[in-house]
């Protein structure tokens, strides 16, 4: 009642304030040429006084008078003219006090229908601090596992056959409490009964079982599991579950998942945000929790002050390794087919999705090395219109339409560059200029293998000139390797060795690529 009283109060004076502003007649604040009026009327007495006392002949006092007599007629007529426009017509001023009316009362309408006058305030501390209190107030796994089960519908009877197999199962269990397969295969088919406590607390069994062979596999099913039994819910056994598949696995993909489900349930959409977005981009398009993470990610970025999130496109964009080995067997139609057909389908999913400036960007560049300059320049300015308010968007956008950036800077459709690809990749070379992906396509097999060969040399006369990653070290490895130059590549092998000594996170790309070349054991 406080609040209503307080705010009816504030707006009850605001509204008179208006009020009081729109009606005051313009004689309460006299215009400006009121008081040069009593300023002539000044002037013509003090003249009056000079001509009485000599000071002034009667001549010029005559003409000065007249001068004055002028200025004082100019100013009593902008007087009035001011004291005219000064008053507003009384329908402009009843329509005022209208909208006014209805603006006042339209608020309280709709703070009465969005908003919560109980609702207390929540600066940042207390907001951490009930979402530690709902993660350290979670129910626990019986509790959430009778809450489910009072919220689900009756379960459908078994297939009689499926039935009596599943007994069987059980007793081959409790005959072998110890064997691996039976007690997998256990909880895999009760928890497809619906029968969630029983299947996990089979694979509880299964991981007792397995002891310190227990893989993060196992803990993360366990920990899926249990979020299962517990309608969805992520409980203080699933998250313990999910941690040690972490400790096991850092990079667990599906314990990720639910590590990131459970911040989002206690109260800490940003934290689940950076584990979601993390996960999104080192997952394939096939992984089962890429769909949930997709329908909430934007929504999640927008609560966690990500205004200006655009979600990854999941697999990539690049073409896959078996891509480019076929380009590479190609007639020049055939890859120029190809690139086009990757060019169009950019283009649709830009289309379709939007997408980051740096896609526009490239769809523009590959267009224009296409030869299509209207259409790319069509685009281009869609692009402009889309990111006018971003200025560094803006300006990939702007230097892509004016060819100051090479077309797809990297290899084709965001593939890494060189300089960027993961540690172990094979080689992919450097971006192309224009002129050089055009003579590409044009080259005999032959032309094309000196133009590779000639790009392989070029890195490997910079690593020993100036030295590099391991990744790139790994790469030069392959790549001569993939020549059928296997002594220059255990030559750069063994230069390799000595230039990463003592650095065994470095060197362990390059002895990869070395016995996966057959040059190391």
């Known amino acids: 009642m406080l609040f209503w009283t307080l705010t009816a109060a504030l707006v009850a004076l605001v509204a008179l304030l208006f009020v009081l502003a729109l009606v ?39 003409r000065t008078r007249v001068e004055i007599s002028r200025r004082m007629l100019e100013a009593d007529r902008a007087a009035k003219t001011a004291a005219v ?17 209805a603006v006042m009362g339209g608020s309280f309408l709709l703070y009465q229908r969005l908003g919560s006058a109980d609702y207390p305030d929540q600066p940042l501390r207390d907001r951490i601090a009930m979402a530690n209190e709902l993660y350290d107030n979670r129910p626990s796994q019986e509790e959430a596992e009778k809450q489910a089960e009072a919220n689900a519908g009756p379960k459908p009877a078994p297939d009689a056959q499926f039935a009596e197999l599943m007994e069987r199962l059980r007793k081959a269990v409790e005959a072998r409490p110890n064997e691996v397969q039976g007690l997998e295969l256990l909880a895999r088919n009760e928890m497809g009964m619906g029968n969630f406590r029983a299947g996990w607390q089979a694979q509880e069994k299964l991981i007792g079982a397995k002891g310190a062979a227990a893989s993060a596999d196992d803990y993360a099913q366990l920990g899926e599991y249990l979020v299962v039994a517990a309608g969805g819910l992520v409980t203080k056994e699933a998250e313990t579950a999910f941690a040690t598949a972490l400790d096991l696995n850092a990079q667990h993909k599906l314990s990720r998942y639910y590590i990131g489900l459970m911040m989002a ?4 959409p940003d934290r689940a945000f950076r584990i979601w977005d993390a996960l999104l981009r080192d997952s394939a398009p096939g992984d089962p929790w890429v769909a949930p993470i997709s329908q909430n990610i934007e929504q999640l970025a927008w609560i966690a002050g990500e205004t200006r999130y655009t979600p990854p496109m999941v697999g990539g964009r690049g073409p896959s390794e078996a891509d480019m080995a076929a380009a590479a067997q190609m007639s020049p139609e055939e890859r120029q087919q190809m690139i086009r057909s990757m060019v169009e389908g950019l283009n649709d999913r830009l289309a379709a999705e939007g997408g980051p400036a740096q896609d526009w960007a490239k769809l523009i560049s590959a267009l224009r090395m296409l030869g299509e300059e209207d259409r790319a320049a069509a685009i281009a300015a869609e692009a402009e219109t889309r990111f006018k308010d971003f200025p560094e968007d803006l300006a990939k956008i702007r230097a892509a339409a004016t060819g100051e950036v090479a077309p797809m800077a990297g290899p084709m459709m965001g593939a890494p560059a060189m300089g960027d690809a993961p540690e172990g990749a094979p080689m992919r070379g450097p971006a192309l200029s224009d002129e050089q992906m055009k003579s590409a396509a044009e080259m005999s097999p032959e032309e094309r293998a000196q133009m590779i060969e000639g790009m392989v040399n070029g890195l490997v006369e910079r690593l020993e000139s100036q030295g590099g990653t391991g990744a790139e070290w790994a790469r030069a490895v392959s790549s001569l390797a993939a020549l059928g130059r296997a002594e220059a590549a255990a030559a750069v092998y063994a230069k390799a060795q000595s230039a990463l000594a003592g650095q065994e996170a470095e060197l362990a790309p390059v002895t990869e690529a070395a016995q996966a070349a057959g040059l190391a054991q």
Do not use: C, K
Not at 38 to 49: H, T
Not at 88 to 101: E, F, K, M, R, S
């Open 24 to 62: 005051r007649r313009s004689a309460d604040a006299p215009p400006a040429e009121a008081f040069d009026l009593q300023v002539y009327r000044d002037q013509l007495r003090d003249l009056e006084r000079d001509i009485a006392r000599g000071v002034i002949g009667a001549e010029e006092g005559e």
């Open 265 to 268: 349930q206690n109260g800490r």
């Open 85 to 101: 426009a000064g008053r507003a017509p009384g329908w402009a001023t009843a329509g005022a006090v209208i909208a006014l009316g």
